[in-house]
Antibody, heavy 120, light 111 residues
Framework: QITLKESGPTLVKPTQTLTLTCTFSGFSLSSNGVGVGWVRQPPGKALEWLAVLYWNDNTPYNPSLRSRLTITKDTSKNQVVLTMTNMDPVDTATYYC????????????WGQGTLVTVSS | QSALTQPPSASGSPGQSVTISCTGTSSDVGGYNYVSWYQQHPGKAPKLMIYQVSKRPSGVPDRFSGSKSGNTASLTVSGLQAEDEADYYCNSYAGSYNFVVFGGGTKLTVL
């Protein structure tokens, strides 16, 4: 059974750097075709893709946010970490991590999400 | 990389069918058979309903079906049930850099 869970601060100040951790179980990020991605959703708004980290260390990013994002992994801990710099109130959103199958081209299993508020 | 275009709302009565469209370009929806659809109930995480345009993951009712024509993909929900009332998002692979793009979402109301 695949599960993912996001963790990190619920409140960050403007200009600070956000660090979110996705802890997963039930699969290996070393397995062919597997990836873990991040998607966010501002309150009442649509989903927005942020980044994916694949088994082969390929790391595509949303071009509009590329300069602010970094996605990394800690294989020994079964974790994927997303950092976003220079946070702004418009970045207030629920942040989800999700299991992605390269061959499906889809996020098939999602974490519960974590709400991050950006405010001074 | 622009968001895919979906109608903001759709509705139907129980037992009826409703179709939600998702329009992109030849660089995303039209160029690849990697369109997926997600259902999201209020306060919940999205759930994958359709992948690769028309395939259903295990456990998704066959009332949900997907298709594509040119740059537009569609999700059809047949035999509408009250629990189908939710937001639906389309998603597409968008190019050789492995980009991903979502639609703006459609709120489905079961009358």
């Amino acid at each position: 059974q695949i599960t993912l869970k996001e963790s990190g601060p619920t409140l960050v100040k403007p200009t600070q750097t956000l660090t979110l951790t996705c802890t997963f179980s039930g699969f290996s990020l070393s397995s062919n075709g597997v990836g873990v991605g991040w998607v966010r959703q501002p309150p009442g708004k649509a989903l927005e893709w942020l980044a994916v980290l694949y088994w082969n260390d390929n790391t595509p990013y949303n071009p509009s946010l590329r300069s602010r994002l970094t996605i990394t992994k800690d294989t020994s801990k079964n974790q994927v970490v997303l950092t976003m710099t220079n946070m702004d109130p418009v970045d207030t959103a629920t942040y989800y991590c999700a299991h992605r199958l390269y061959t499906w081209g889809a996020f098939d299993i999602w974490g519960q999400g974590t709400l991050v508020t950006v405010s001074s | 990389q622009s968001a895919l275009t979906q109608p903001p709302s759709a509705s139907g009565s129980p037992g009826q069918s409703v179709t939600i469209s998702c329009t992109g370009t030849s660089s995303d929806v039209g160029g690849y058979n990697y369109v997926s659809w997600y259902q999201q109930h209020p306060g919940k995480a999205p759930k994958l309903m359709i992948y690769q345009v028309s395939k259903r993951p295990s456990g998704v009712p066959d009332r949900f079906s997907g298709s594509k024509s040119g740059n537009t993909a569609s999700l059809t929900v047949s035999g509408l049930q009250a629990e189908d009332e939710a937001d639906y998002y389309c998603n597409s692979y968008a190019g050789s850099y492995n980009f991903v793009v979502f639609g703006g979402g459609t709120k489905l109301t079961v009358l």
